[in-house]
């Protein structure tokens, strides 16, 4: 079992940073492969980004990438959410996943991939 908290989301304004944070709870957090969602109002959870358990394979969509840079700390059971250059359209709650925990080394960016969610943090970017 695997708890996971987010932090890090407020308000900023256009063209401005924001780094979110995800702690895990349990000692199997190395295992996993980690992601990053969000969801705005009226649309689905969507895909942000994604590391493997070792940190050496990321992913990220394709709105995303080149703005926002994804990280973890095997030690502290930490994955993070480097946000650049943010754009209003990027507001959204955003969500800490992880899947099933077994050295999987592709990507993933499926809602379905993933078994455990943290309970979001709201990010918004005003214009």
């Known amino acids: 079992q695997v708890q996971l908290v987010e932090f890090g989301g407020g308000l900023v304004q256009a063209g401005g940073s924001l780094r979110l944070s995800c702690a895990a709870s349990g000692h199997t957090f190395s295992r996993h492969t980690m992601g990053w969602f969000r969801q705005s109002k009226e649309k689905e959870r969507e895909f942000v980004a994604s590391i493997s358990w070792s940190g050496d394979t990321t992913y990220y969509a394709s709105s995303v990438k080149g703005r926002f840079t994804i990280s973890r700390d095997n030690a502290v059971n930490t994955v993070y959410l480097q946000m650049d250059s943010l754009k209003p359209e990027d507001t959204a709650v955003y969500y800490c996943?992880?899947?099933?925990?077994?050295?999987?080394?592709?990507?993933?960016?499926?809602?379905?991939?993933?078994?455990?969610w943290g309970q979001g943090t709201q990010v918004t970017v005003s214009s």
């Open positions: 996943a992880a899947d099933h925990g077994i050295y999987y080394s592709g990507t993933r960016q499926f809602v379905n991939e993933y078994e455990y």
